[in-house]
């Protein structure tokens, strides 16, 4: 034999013994969209069966950004923007952790929210944590949820002493134990046990999707980084002690009751309770009837939903009154010409916003509660003819992470807004400001750009910058770590330069202006002399805004005027108030 016949028959040998040679076994078709159903289903059981035995850790998880992750119409329209501008290169790197059960079962990263199976829809669920009994750390979101049905052991903080407890007692409680019994009404499957987990307890379960860099070599999230270099790493506060505390924010111990029900009864009466709200400064920008997540399957599509119109009234009793006065003067798509209804969606509508209201409480006591805004302190004495020099301090009280935290680059936005009200009443200096779209007067800035509105060059914002390096010229501000000034067909890929330790490709870098845990930052203003011409009493009004997502971006990425609207609705305010000073 020849040496070339000799190397080809081995080569032919460990090829017919690899996997390269084997049939891999391929899931249901895509056009079988029950036979996918049934098997995400068996695989990964969705909240709505935890919520069955765990109404209370479900209703809070409910209204999470951890249940919206996926659902996010902004988050959708930015994933698919990055693929268009990459190419595609950075394939699923974003839905592995929005939508992390769905990369499990191999969904296609470009598919409808609303194709996807219903444990995917629900972004961070139940089993995504739960269903994990390895420690990963930095991967990116890359790891793997233990496939099962509802009887799989779960992982948790606590003993088993709960799970033991009930499926002693199954009869007592009407619990199935086994896939092997077959479905009795009014009776719940339970899994078969409960496996205590310390990792579950600790800030390292949160960094696979906290601590993220996308391929160039930028870190999108840098959470996880800034805690372990934080005063509440060093003495031992996690995560979850803060953000599933009964304070949101801070360390303050968490609620006790039963941890389940089942037949009407409590199991683990006197447990203590993380609360899966998980408390955080983002909102929701979704149509209301879509979010929070429902325990219970909807009788409208998502599809549906998008088309009912919640502003206009549709479902409340006066507008149906007129409707049925003069049934001619309105229209309705196909979907939604039943007045019952629109009165069956308008009830979840107003029982959905009722909840966004609850949610932003929250959020504007962790705001409140990590950070202190102290001022005005005046340079020297007002004086009529005379500028106006003044500072307010803001201090992150969060000994955790720094303020704003999260994901970073373009957003989120946190800035203060100050006016100079003079006696007469009228305004006649401000800082913090937004144009028409709602943007602040930054470069960024539609109408600046325009020329339609001045440059507020003393804004004090705490937003992180893409940094891109031009062809030739100066750097500018990009809103995502992709340089299209070199190339306008860019090919995401690991970089050939040490970026680990750079933070940033060539050409590409982030600029962070957040405050560091404990720290303080000044925002310092100056009134020209000409605007205090009037002797009195003035008034200085200062509030901190808060708000999730840039306009200008959401522009960038195709967002709908509805999701603009929404967003510009929910900014949030805090520290708002004012004080008086006379100017002689």
Not at 38 to 63: I, M, T
Not at 523 to 544: D, E
Request: include cysteine.
């Amino acid at each position: 034999m020849s040496k070339a016949g000799f190397v080809f028959s081995v080569l032919l040998l460990v090829v017919s013994g690899s996997a390269i040679g084997q049939k891999i076994p391929q899931p249901p078709p895509e056009d079988n969209p029950a036979a996918a159903r049934a098997r995400a289903d068996k695989l990964y059981p969705s909240a709505r069966v935890c919520g069955e035995c765990h109404p209370n850790q479900f209703r809070q998880w409910s209204v999470s950004s951890h249940a919206y992750a996926s659902l996010s119409p902004m988050f959708n329209k930015f994933e698919q923007k990055i693929n268009d501008l990459s190419k595609g290169t950075i394939g699923s790197f974003c839905v592995r952790c929005h939508a992390s059960v769905g990369t499990a079962l191999g969904e296609r990263r470009d598919i409808p929210w609303w194709e996807r199976s219903q444990t995917a829809r629900e972004g961070i669920t139940c089993v995504t944590c739960h269903r994990v009994g390895e420690a990963y750390g930095k991967t990116n979101a890359a790891r793997r949820i233990t496939p099962g049905d509802v009887h799989e052991p779960v992982f948790g903080p606590f003993d088993a002493e709960g799970v033991l407890q009930a499926i002693g007692n199954a009869r007592k409680y009407q619990l199935l134990v086994s896939s092997d019994q077959a479905d009795r009404p009014n009776w719940v499957r339970i899994h078969q046990q409960g496996i205590q987990s310390s990792m579950i307890k600790e800030s390292e379960l949160c960094a696979s999707c906290h601590q993220v860099q996308v391929h160039p070599g930028i870190k999108l999230e840098t959470v996880w980084e800034e805690y372990r270099a934080s005063p509440a790493a060093a003495d031992g506060t996690t995560c979850q002690d803060c953000h599933m505390s009964t304070n949101p924010g801070l360390p303050s111990g968490f609620a006790r009751g039963w941890a389940a029900i089942a037949n009407g009864q409590f199991v683990n009466e006197d447990r203590p309770l993380t609360d899966h709200t998980f408390v955080g400064p983002g909102y929701p920008i979704s149509h209301p009837g879509l979010f929070p997540i429902s325990r219970y399957e909807s009788p409208f599509t998502p599809q549906q939903w998008l088309k009912f119109d919640h502003r206009a009234g549709w479902g409340k009793e006066d507008f149906e009154a007129r409707v049925a006065a003069d049934p001619g003067a309105f229209r309705f798509p196909p979907e939604w010409q039943n007045a019952a209804d629109r009165k069956a969606a308008r009830v979840t509508v107003e029982e959905n916003l009722e909840r966004w209201y609850e949610r932003k409480e929250q959020r504007v006591k962790l705001l409140e509660n990590g950070s202190r805004l102290d001022g005005p302190f005046f340079d020297r004495r007002p004086e009529a003819g005379q500028p106006l020099a003044f500072r307010y301090e803001l201090t992150n009280l969060n000994r955790g992470h720094n303020l704003p935290s999260g994901s970073l680059g373009a957003q989120p936005e946190l800035w203060l807004n100050v006016a100079l009200i003079a006696p007469d009443g009228k305004r006649i200096w401000e800082s913090g400001y937004v144009d028409s779209h709602g943007d602040f007067a930054d470069f960024q800035s539609f109408d600046v750009r325009a020329g339609k509105l001045a440059y507020d060059s003393q804004l004090f914002c705490m937003q992180a910058k893409f940094i891109t390096t031009n062809l030739k010229g100066t750097d500018r501000e990009m809103y995502l770590p992709i340089n299209l000034d070199f190339d306008q067909l860019p090919f995401i890929r690991p970089g050939g330069l040490p970026v680990s330790l750079l933070n940033h490709p060539p050409n590409a870098r982030m600029e962070k202006r957040s405050i560091p845990p404990l720290g303080t930052r000044s925002a310092r203003y100056k009134v020209p002399a000409k605007l205090l011409t009037q002797r009195g009493t003035y008034r200085l009004a200062v509030r901190l805004r808060g708000r999730t997502e840039p306009i200008y971006f959401m522009k960038f990425v195709g967002a709908t005027k509805e999701m603009i609207r929404t967003e510009n609705e929910w900014i949030t305010d805090t520290h708002a108030y004012a004080v008086t000073f006379e100017v002689r």
